[in-house]
């Protein structure tokens, strides 16, 4: 079955249908990453947006649920070059197409990935439609595009219910003894960040986003981890509100991506959306204060601007190689410390993941 994808400028791909064939209007950006692809599509940081993956061919090693970083994909498209239909992998259950028909996106095959990329880059994210019904009024159709925004996604991704891990739950160790108790904000937050802290030794209560700082401090937390999430950070308004009651607690906090960018607006810093993001699995990071460089696994479209840090409460800890842009602050006189990478990266590179040790040792 034919499928079409129609951006916002009027730009039009012609591919084939793959997974659901609902009609759906979306934020389009693309990814980087050669591997990777059943992360990026159950990473709840992508809901309200549809992935064009730049690596030519997605599949081949078929989908592996203990993989997966949510319970279920909140990605609203999928786009991609080429769909391998055979998986060569000793762990694989269910192929790519199978699993967007389960979980009902809608996706796309066939189409020029690589001009697709270079429109996104010159011009900016911007918002498309995929559909299987080609439009006879393309005037009212690209209206309806441009007039989409990426509204309540952390409400739509995060918990609705407290949820408790000790280690051996997810698939770690039971034989690491529990010596923390570290509380999560899910603002759409992954599991591998819950196991990234379970393998150290960490009980883990994660609270829904909605939750009131009062009720995540009684539970008498050792620390307490902002996550990962989609959207504009600057929509989070009662977050932001309950972090800076968070932020007087003096416990322990590491925030990650969009718990970075949560944690920087309720100091006083501004944030800003980036012409396309940075979405991949090959991002150089500098530790501003060792030198030290990391190959780093990202995915935001917004970003702390870097001159509305204000000196007597932050500094700039880690940035863009590529860019200049931040990436990550360090708190002054307070146990704080955030990244807009992922620490956590499954799959990507663990370089940076040594940072999950830097927390343990502030909540000693």
Excluded: W
């Amino acid at each position: 079955m034919e499928a079409y994808l129609i951006l916002e400028d009027g730009t039009k791909f012609t591919g084939k249908s793959i997974g659901s064939t609902r009609e759906v209007i979306s934020e389009i950006v693309f990814n980087t990453s050669m591997t990777g692809y059943l992360e990026v599509l159950t990473d709840p940081s992508y809901a309200g947006q549809a992935v064009v993956m730049t690596y030519p061919l997605i599949g081949n090693y078929g989908i592996c649920r203990k993989d997966m970083e949510g319970k279920v994909s909140h990605t609203d498209g999928f786009i991609v070059r080429e769909l391998s239909r055979l998986a060569s992998n000793f762990r694989n259950e269910q192929s790519v197409q199978d699993f967007l028909i389960e979980q009902d996106i809608p996706g796309i095959e066939g189409i020029d990935t690589r001009a697709l990329t270079k429109i996104l880059r010159e011009k900016g994210t911007m918002n498309g439609m995929i559909t299987t019904k080609e439009p006879s009024d393309m005037e009212s159709v690209l209206e309806k595009i441009k007039e989409y925004k990426v509204r309540g996604v952390v409400r739509k991704v995060t918990t609705t219910e407290v949820i408790s891990y000790k280690p051996g739950d997810l698939d770690t160790d039971s034989n690491v003894p529990a010596t923390k108790k570290v509380a999560i904000l899910d603002v759409g937050t992954k599991f591998n960040i819950a196991r990234c802290l379970l393998k150290r030794g960490c009980e883990v209560t994660i609270f829904p986003s909605y939750t009131q700082a009062e009720e995540m401090l009684a539970i008498h937390p050792d620390g307490i981890m902002l996550t990962n999430g989609p959207g504009d950070p600057k929509e989070c308004t009662e977050v932001i509100s309950e972090l800076k009651k968070l932020y007087q607690s003096d416990i322990p906090i590491f925030a990650i991506c969009l718990g970075h960018q949560l944690m920087a607006l309720a100091n006083g810093c501004d944030t800003e959306k980036m012409k396309y993001g940075h979405r991949g699995a090959n991002h150089p990071v500098k530790d501003v204060e060792t030198g030290r460089v990391y190959i780093s696994s990202q995915n935001h479209g917004y970003v702390v601007k870097a001159e509305s840090v204000p000196e007597e409460i932050a500094e700039t800890a880690f940035v863009n190689v590529n860019d200049g842009t931040v990436e990550g602050l360090k708190y002054k006189n307070k146990k704080i410390f955030t990244v807009q990478f992922h620490p956590e990266a499954c799959a990507g590179p663990k370089d940076s993941e040594v940072l999950f040790e830097r927390f343990i040792k502030m909540m000693e």
